[in-house]
T-cell receptor, first 109, second 117 residues
Framework: GQNIDQPTEMTATEGAIVQINCTYQ??????LFWYQQHAGEAPTFLSY??LDGLEEKGRFSSFLSRSKGYSYLLLKELQMKDSASYLC??????????WGAGTKLIIKP | GAVVSQHPSWVICKSGTSVKIECRSL??????MFWYRQFPKQSLMLMAT?????????EQGVEKDKFLINHASLTLSTLTVTSAHPEDSSFYIC?????????????FGNGTRLTVT
């Protein structure tokens, strides 16, 4: 079956760095997405990785290793507004999006 | 960037009535749109895949006669919750992907919070 694993919850301090991991086992691979979802709101697109390596976009970076079925989202200089759930999703061989359950990130002052 | 508009943002209805939710892609064409439901503190659950010009594909356990989906054009899909009951109260979110890009990201509407009394 298809499976995506990410931690349920993480806590970090304002100004610090946090890494949210995601491992996946899917039928084929056409890319991995990270989304941010604030409570009561719809998800918003953060990043897309299809090749191995690190993609940097401001304070957020996303890394992919296809051979390991592994990705992480790195958030730097954490701000209180970064408190949200972060969703990892993989596009399988049929271009269907397989979702992880999300990681709730709590930022403390 | 790609914009998906969803309407209404919230709706309160009485048990037994029907509610229609619209999802529009404003600046791109979407041959496929997706409807999700999310209960509090739970992850997104895909309900159905809406295909322009053809019948929607429903996920297991989702009643197609209760959740009617129409995708009449490349920019509009609608979800109608028929004979709504309190257990249908949830956050419904639509999303769309650009028709010309197979691996493009999903863009989400802002969601519709449905409360059935």
């Amino acid at each position: 079956g298809q499976n995506i694993d990410q931690p349920t919850e993480m806590t970090a301090t304002e100004g610090a760095i946090v890494q949210i991991n995601c491992t996946y086992q899917t039928s084929g691979f056409n890319g991995l997405f990270w989304y941010q979802q604030h409570a009561g709101e719809a998800p918003t697109f953060l990043s897309y990785n299809v090749l191995d390596g690190l993609e940097e976009k401001g304070r957020f970076s996303s890394f992919l290793s296809r051979s390991k079925g592994y990705s992480y989202l790195l958030l730097k200089e954490l701000q209180m507004k970064d408190s949200a759930s972060y969703l990892c999703a993989v596009l399988d061989s049929n271009y269907q999006l397989i979702w992880g359950a999300g990681t709730k990130l709590i930022i403390k002052p | 960037g790609a914009v998906v508009s969803q309407h209404p943002s919230w709706v309160i209805c009485k048990s037994g009535t029907s509610v229609k939710i619209e999802c529009r892609s404003l600046d791109f064409q979407a041959t496929t749109m997706f409807w999700y439901r999310q209960f509090p503190k739970q992850s997104l659950m895909l309900m159905a895949t809406s295909n322009e010009g053809s019948k929607a594909t429903y996920e297991q356990g989702v009643e197609k006669d209760k959740f009617l989906i129409n995708h009449a054009s490349l920019t509009l899909s609608t979800l109608t919750v028929t004979s709504a009951h309190p257990e249908d109260s949830s956050f419904y979110i639509c999303s769309a992907r650009r028709a010309d890009r197979g691996a493009s990201p999903l863009h989400f509407g802002n969601g519709t919070r449905l409360t059935v009394t």
